[in-house]
């Protein structure tokens, strides 16, 4: 069963930093892209950043120059450096994996991150 694994998460001031992982096992990890989503309390599920499997990444506007998005094919993880972080950062942080052109999608389970001021 393909699992993925987010960790990483926690409470930090404005300003810090944290570094989001994610482990993945029983999938053909450097065929799927990978993104990062993020879910704050009372909104919906918003793209953060992906990665496809070639190594060519994209940002959604509100993290543009704070935030990095990478990938060992290796190691099978994800990861997301999260820099200079502000209150409106505060989510809970999924990992997402897909199959290129077609619905095959797995989840993960998530990892908090609180930012306070």
């Known amino acids: 069963q393909v699992q993925l694994v987010e960790s990483g998460g926690g409470l930090v001031q404005t300003g810090g930093s944290l570094r989001l992982s994610c482990a993945a096992s029983k999938l053909p990890f450097n065929v799927y892209h990978m993104a990062w989503y993020r879910q704050a309390v009372g909104k919906e599920r918003e793209l953060v950043a992906t990665?496809?499997?070639?190594?060519?990444?994209s940002y959604a506007d509100f993290v543009k120059g704070r935030f990095t998005i990478s990938r060992d094919n290796a190691k099978n993880t994800v990861s997301l450096q999260m820099d200079r972080l502000k209150p409106d950062v505060t989510a809970v942080y999924y990992c997402k994996a897909q199959y290129p052109m077609s619905g095959i999608i797995y989840w993960g389970t998530g990892t908090p991150v609180t930012v306070s001021s």
């Open positions: 990665i496809t499997n070639i190594g060519i990444t």
